[in-house]
């Protein structure tokens, strides 16, 4: 399946647990990068879109899901994509596995805590090396994270989480919850 472990896809196994507990039918991967999320959930879901802007990564992609039917990769940035449709994962559920900014002296001394099982981890899955996958730096730390979280997606859980990232999950309530 995936040909390749790094910090990104140690999450992958949170999401697939996700995406698969209301049988999804519209997945959207934004960012999806080479595609090795796209591929894990391409047999769990109906159809999966993946959006990639980097020409390079999304080749690569493009060239791992041949033969995969439900499966596409747009040239797209996500503030640009539009379905009609909407997305079963992206207006149901969101899922975000991330990077938060190190700023507070919490922020480092987590960050500062982690590198020893970190490098474990790495080593036991053969970490890949860069992969040509560009990754922005981020901008916020965890507790602006929060913050907005709160202000946007009332009910969201946002957790700090191994390999340096936060996990999001909010759950769009249902018209009967309201």
């Known amino acids: 399946m995936?040909?390749?472990?790094?910090?990104?896809?140690?999450?992958?196994?949170?999401?697939?647990?996700?995406?698969?507990?209301?049988?999804r039918q519209a997945t959207l991967d934004v960012g999806c990068?080479?595609?090795?999320?796209?591929?894990?959930?391409?047999?769990?879901?109906?159809?999966?879109?993946?959006?990639?802007?980097?020409?390079?990564?999304?080749?690569?992609?493009?060239?791992?899901?041949?033969?995969?039917?439900n499966a596409t990769v747009l040239p797209?940035?996500?503030?640009?994509?539009?379905?009609?449709?909407?997305?079963?994962?992206?207006?149901?559920?969101?899922?975000?596995?991330?990077?938060?900014?190190?700023?507070?002296?919490?922020?480092r001394l987590v960050s500062g805590l982690q590198p020893p099982l970190v490098r474990a981890g790495s080593r036991l899955r053969r970490e890949s090396a860069d992969l040509g996958v560009p990754v922005m730096e981020p901008r916020e730390n965890l507790g602006e994270i929060r913050a907005t979280v709160r202000?946007?997606?009332p009910g969201a859980h946002v957790r700090r989480a191994r390999c340096y990232r936060y996990r999001r999950r909010w759950t769009k309530p249902t018209a009967a919850a309201r």
């Open 2 to 23: 995936t040909t390749y472990w790094n910090h990104s896809a140690a999450h992958h196994p949170w999401i697939l647990r996700g995406a698969g507990e209301r049988g």
């Open 33 to 69: 990068g080479d595609g090795p999320l796209l591929q894990r959930l391409a047999p769990h879901v109906g159809q999966i879109t993946g959006l990639e802007p980097d020409v390079p990564a999304r080749k690569r992609a493009t060239s791992r899901l041949a033969g995969t039917p």
């Open 76 to 107: 797209e940035a996500f503030p640009g994509h539009r379905r009609e449709k909407g997305y079963d994962l992206a207006t149901g559920d969101l899922l975000v596995a991330g990077l938060s900014a190190n700023r507070s002296v919490t922020d």
């Open 151 to 153: 202000r946007i997606l």
